[in-house]
């Protein structure tokens, strides 16, 4: 039954390195298990293999972390202007309301029926021009009387004249006596102021019936009637004045006025700023004004200062304004509401700049500008007034100073740009295209540090 320890067991198939037992009661050999010193062994040599992967690995990632940096990105390019200071109109702005030149009322002078209209309402009429008319019949019959009296009174006026006159001759051979004669020069002279008198009324019995045919008192556009034919216009009082019936009116509006007001603290300013040479106000006969249509166009007249009152309204706190506006095409209107420009004189030593280059935040107004050594700079600048497409700068820049116009949005104070000379508005739209806007974690260029 005894067999080799190195038998035919089935178990060398699966170990067969390994030494065998005999197997007892006859069995088969099994396996003995390996040695401890064997097992540790084998555990290191794979925690070796394991950390021979994992410096592998480490160098290969700290190998990676050792490679060139990114290239910095290129400066963004701007397009910029020169500053160069110079002179520039010294424009106002106001709202004025256009006024006739000349505005009469057209009143009924005598009392009476308006029979009829005689012109066309809003046509031009001539100084003289018969209006409306009143009817005459009372008034024909008022200076028909007044002749027949004044002939009633003139035949006796010749006929004491007649008898003073043979009086006066036989007075020196005693036929009648001085008394007489005294008494036919008296009845003389009376009836030589009747007569007078006569003629006055006539005149006056005349003007009344020539009132009776209203006319324009001057060369203008006649407006709209006020009363109707068949109305009773007038009163009692043969010269009617502010108590006579309103027919109409007629406005000359070829020129016009146009009235507007400055305030005190402008023209305080204004004039001290002349003092000191920053402005240089033109005359009054020199300034001019152009008007704003209401729909937003220039009117194609300039009109001229003619009037600067000399005192302060008290109410308002303004001086009053008037120009004069030709108006030969009637395209102007009184009553109109206008803007206007005023041109007052010039501004010295100002720059223009565009408009889009200068910025606005919590600080104020302000400008990019490309320094010398190539880095934006923030200038802090004093503005409040344009000409044109520009913002009239009176504070802030210095002559040669490079402002950036185009291109600004993608540029921050301390950053390097590069500049190129900008030529209009569509150099903005492809410089904001190539310039990406610079991250929110920079400094803000509208901000102080």
């Not at 480490?58 to 390019?77: E, Y």
């Not at 400055?262 to 004039?271: E, P, Q, V, Y």
């Not at 880095?375 to 520009?390: E, F």
Request: glycine share 10%; hydrophobic share 35%; aromatic share 6%.
């Amino acid at each position: 039954m005894g067999r080799s320890k190195r038998g035919s067991c089935r178990c060398r198939r699966f170990f067969p390195e390994q030494p065998l037992t005999a197997c007892p009661a006859g069995l088969r050999a099994v396996p003995v298990p390996p040695e401890p010193a064997l097992t540790i062994s084998i555990m290191s040599l794979l925690l070796r293999s394991r950390s021979s992967v994992v410096s592998i690995s480490l160098v290969a990632l700290f190998g990676c972390g050792k490679s060139d940096p990114a290239p910095a990105p290129p400066a963004p390019q701007v397009g910029v202007i020169e500053a160069e200071p110079g002179n520039v109109p010294l424009n106002h702005s106001f709202v004025g309301r256009l006024s006739a030149y000349y505005s009469a009322n057209v009143t009924a002078r005598v009392s009476g029926v308006l029979t009829k209209r005689l012109y066309t309402e809003g046509s031009e009429v001539k100084a003289g021009q018969t209006l409306f008319q009143i009817d005459p019949a009372y008034y024909q019959t008022v200076l028909d009387n007044d002749l027949a009296t004044l002939a009633q009174d003139q035949a006796t006026f010749v006929n004491d004249r007649t008898i003073a006159e043979r009086y006066h001759k036989l007075l020196p051979i005693g036929s009648v006596s001085q008394q007489t004669v005294d008494d036919a020069d008296a009845a003389l002279r009376s009836a030589a102021a009747k007569v007078k008198a006569d003629d006055a009324a006539v005149e006056g019995a005349r003007v009344n019936l020539g009132y009776t045919k209203v006319t324009s008192p001057i060369d203008g556009i006649a407006g709209q009637q006020q009363v109707t034919g068949g109305a009773v216009v007038g009163n009692g009082t043969t010269d009617a004045g502010s108590g006579g019936t309103l027919l109409a009116t007629v406005e000359q509006v070829d020129p016009l006025y146009v009235n507007f007001t400055i305030s005190a603290a402008d023209l305080i300013t204004l004039k001290q700023a002349q003092s000191k040479g920053d402005v240089a106000l033109a005359a009054q006969n020199k300034t001019t004004v152009q008007v704003m249509l209401p729909n937003g166009t220039s009117y194609d007249q300039l009109g001229t200062l003619d009037f600067t009152d000399v005192s302060v309204n008290a109410s308002t706190g303004a001086v009053s304004l008037r120009a004069q506006i030709p108006n030969p095409q009637h395209q102007l209107l009184p009553g109109m509401y206008v803007s206007l420009n005023v041109d007052l004189g010039q501004r010295n030593d100002v720059y223009l700049v565009p408009q889009q280059a200068i910025q606005r935040d919590t600080v104020g107004s302000y400008a990019m500008v490309v320094g010398a050594d190539g880095k934006v700079i923030r200038k802090d600048v004093d503005t409040n007034d344009s000409y044109r497409s520009d913002w009239i700068v009176t504070g802030g820049l210095a002559p040669g100073d490079r402002v950036i116009v185009a291109g600004v949005q993608g540029v921050r104070e301390g950053m390097l740009a590069k500049t190129t000379p900008w030529l209009g508005t569509g150099q903005d739209t492809r410089l904001s295209q190539s310039n990406p806007a610079p991250s929110s974690s920079g400094h803000r260029a509208g901000s102080k540090s």
